[in-house]
Antibody
Framework: QVVLQESGPGLVRPSQTLSLTCSVSGGSMNEAGVYWTWIRQQPGKGLEWLGFFSWIGITHYNPSLESRLTISQGTSKTHFSLHLSSVTAADTALYLC??????????????????WGQGILVTVSS | DIQLTQSPSFIYASVGDRVSISCRASQAISLHLNWYQQKPGRVPKLLIYAASTLQSGVPSRFTGSRSGTDFTLTITSLQPEDFATYYCQQGHSAPRTFGPGTKVDIK
């Protein structure tokens, strides 16, 4: 059973860079077919997919955030990180890491989020 | 990018009611559609993947179906623990996208 845990500051000043880490235990980050993902939820709002990096190092970002966002694997390969630059109050949200897992199903590869961290609330305020 | 629209945004229902939530994809995604349940203060929980396959441990009162680019989540007999917000999500391609959510509340 893979367990994910977010960590990082709960308060970030406007215009600064928000940096978070997701620690992964109970599973390999090199598992084929897995995309290590960041998702956020602004207060009272729905779920917003931010981006992922894959087991072979491919990254993909939400187009609305792509110019400010970097997602990467840590050097220890037991965690991955999010860096969001030039933050504003609109970036205040619960940030969640998740595992996007691909499985063979009825002749296709089906992807879904099967494991989630508990989330970390980040407030952008001066 | 694939857009997902959900309807209705809110459902007011009673215990025992049959409830259906719709999700429409902006383009063909085959059966690459998943459903999640989220309760206040909790992370989303996978209910159904591949449009109609029940995740292990999820009660059988939850069912999913697909017709073209239209997907439906049905709760056959609403239980007290089912009052929550439900999201559809496509796993067909990146960027992944979620529907805006449907809140099921007590009538």
């Amino acid at each position: 059973q893979v367990v994910l845990q977010e960590s990082g500051p709960g308060l970030v000043r406007p215009s600064q860079t928000l940096s978070l880490t997701c620690s992964v235990s109970g599973g390999s980050m090199n598992e084929a077919g897995v995309y290590w993902t960041w998702i956020r939820q602004q207060p009272g709002k729905g779920l917003e997919w931010l981006g992922f990096f894959s087991w072979i190092g491919i990254t993909h970002y939400n187009p609305s955030l792509e110019s400010r966002l970097t997602i990467s694997q840590g050097t220890s390969k037991t965690h991955f990180s999010l860096h969001l630059s030039s933050v504003t109050a609109a970036d205040t949200a619960l940030y969640l890491c998740a595992r996007d897992r691909g499985i063979a199903h009825l002749g296709s590869t089906i992807h879904y989020f099967d494991s989630w961290g508990q989330g970390i609330l980040v407030t952008v305020s001066s | 990018d694939i857009q997902l629209t959900q309807s209705p945004s809110f459902i007011y229902a009673s215990v025992g009611d049959r409830v259906s939530i719709s999700c429409r994809a902006s383009q063909a995604i085959s059966l690459h559609l998943n459903w999640y349940q989220q309760k206040p203060g909790r992370v989303p929980k996978l209910l159904i993947y591949a449009a109609s396959t029940l995740q292990s441990g999820v009660p059988s009162r939850f069912t999913g179906s697909r017709s073209g680019t239209d997907f439906t989540l049905t709760i056959t007999s609403l239980q007290p623990e089912d009052f929550a917000t439900y999201y559809c999500q496509q796993g067909h391609s990146a960027p992944r996208t979620f529907g805006p959510g449907t809140k099921v509340d007590i009538k």
